[in-house]
């Protein structure tokens, strides 16, 4: 049987850990002088005797590695439990959500979906709204160490490709983990004090500026406004894009760049198509636009190109009612929200690796189909990719559409119109933020949603921030034996 106080213990550290960042919340509301304050105390008290008690229990076992089987399980925990104690402070105090409504709200922020079901946001305290920020932000951190130092180990959805990534491309200056975490935890945090610092010198008031950079390097999608980054238009919209970005491009990257090492960030073919990728969305909509709706070019360049960047990273801020954008917008949107960012970085759905992975595997199938004699190894960035790799790209591809396919129809099943649901479960699977649909809110907000929708879609947000197999495979009784 599988120890389990390995993972009890550090999940009870995090779940502790959560508890210290209420007091963030907690301060700013009491200096505001907004009662609110008094439900951070309390959730900031449970969190810390829950999650010191957790760890003493389990201190025992603590210290040395974990099984394969302790690190899936980890995985999944950090994400079920961290949300558990994330939603006390919105069950306790303001907006006062019932306990599906809270959860729901909560994993959104840690798996940096960013669909919300409060309605007047705009009316919430300070305290609440920046604590779904500070929820978003730890979770898009976790999400970036969990790809560098667990799923290559795991071999999850070919990230096993990356395992010399993390610990051999570094070579000397970074050798062990704790390394490698440390450096990313220092690169998260600059990238977000500088994109606040940028959102305050364009006009945002201090507390917004804090409260969206912590929701853009996360690409989380979460505003403290119901009009999401509409109230923010012009040179804002162009540094969002800008951070955007950056928080969808391989942290290993940035971690090199701060090491002096200027070259691979360029040569990566994924931050390359990435940017392709956007540019070309970003003109496809641009040109609709501009001929259909007699918009002028300065005006759509701007709304196309903060709109497809917040939805193909998987930040889900939007500036403009998407919905009214016409039919081949809408198809780009969701096109690109099935692609996502790049791996090791906070950005979303199947990620743009994979993609190259499988377009090159058809590539060299082509060619064996032209000359079947010929040898024509799969390779990527300059390197051989192994049948394993392969292998795992393409089960967990299939796994993903079929996922989504089967989401779609439990949700339609709850009583949700056919675009509703479709977007509900595409929203959810690929974390990327908005749901279109009758019953949506005008805010975007799906709190009219029933509640076995919601958990639905909880559910598909956890597979899709943890790469899906990471979870199923916690469900086989094989895996458990062997």
Not at 34 to 55: E, T
Not at 412 to 417: A, D, I, K, P, V
Not at 424 to 448: L, Q
Request: one cysteine or more; aromatic letters at 12%; charged letters at 10%.
């Amino acid at each position: 049987m599988t120890d389990v106080r390995p993972v009890t213990y550090v999940i009870g550290l995090l779940v502790a850990t959560m508890g210290v960042f209420m007091l963030f919340p907690l301060a700013l509301d009491h200096a505001a002088g907004d009662p609110n304050w008094g439900a951070f105390l309390q959730a900031s008290i449970l969190c810390l005797v829950a999650g010191g008690a957790m760890a003493l229990a389990s201190a025992n076992g603590a210290g040395g590695s974990m099984s394969l089987q302790q690190i899936f399980l980890l995985t999944t925990g950090v994400w079920v439990a961290m949300p558990a104690f994330g939603a006390l402070p919105l069950i306790l105090g303001a907006p006062g959500l019932s306990a599906t409504d809270a959860m729901f709200e909560a994993v959104s922020g840690m798996t940096t979906t960013g669909t919300t079901v409060i309605v007047g946001i705009d009316a919430l305290p300070m305290g609440a709204n920046l604590w779904r920020g500070i929820l978003q932000w730890l979770g898009g951190l976790g999400i970036v160490i969990v790809a560098l130092l667990f799923l290559p180990v795991m071999k999850v959805g070919g990230m096993q490709f990356f395992r010399s990534e993390g610990f051999d491309t570094l070579g000397k200056v970074l050798p062990r983990a704790l390394d490698i975490s440390s450096a990313l935890i220092q690169i998260y945090v600059w990238l977000t004090v500088a994109c606040a610092m940028t959102y305050f010198a364009l006009g945002m008031s201090g507390f917004d500026a804090v409260m969206h950079a912590l929701t853009t390097v996360s690409t989380g999608g979460m505003s403290s406004y119901d009009a999401s980054f509409g109230m923010f238009q012009g040179p804002l919209e162009y540094a969002a894009v800008a951070f955007m970005i950056l928080g969808s491009l391989p942290f290993i990257r940035f971690v090199q760049l701060a090491q002096g090492i200027f070259l691979p960030i360029w040569r990566d073919p994924q931050v390359r198509a990435y940017l392709r990728w956007n540019l070309y969305a970003i003109i496809a909509v641009l040109l609709y636009e501009v001929l259909t709706h007699d918009m002028s070019i300065s005006v759509a360049l701007r709304e196309s190109a903060f709109n497809i960047v917040s939805t193909f990273s998987g930040t889900g801020y939007s500036s403009v009612d998407l919905s009214g954008w016409g039919p081949f917008p809408f198809v780009i949107l969701i096109v690109v929200g099935l692609i996502g960012g790049c791996t090791s970085s906070t950005g979303c759905s199947v990620k743009v690796f994979r993609y190259l992975i499988l377009f090159e595997a058809i590539k060299v199938q082509i060619k064996r189909l032209h000359n079947p004699s010929s040898v024509n190894p799969l390779r990527y960035d300059g390197r051989t990719v192994g049948q394993d790799v392969l292998d795992s790209v393409i089960v967990f591809f299939t796994l993903f559409m079929l996922t989504f396919g089967l989401l779609a129809v439990g949700l339609s099943l709850t009583g949700l119109e056919f675009k509703t649901a479709v977007t509900a479960a595409w929203t959810s699977i690929a974390n990327v933020g908005p749901v279109f649909g009758r019953e949506v809110g005008p805010t975007g907000a799906v709190h009219g949603f029933p509640d076995s929708a919601k958990w639905m879609m909880m559910a598909g947000m956890l597979l899709g921030r943890l790469e899906l197999l990471s979870v199923y495979v916690l469900f086989m009784r094989r895996f458990w034996q062997n």
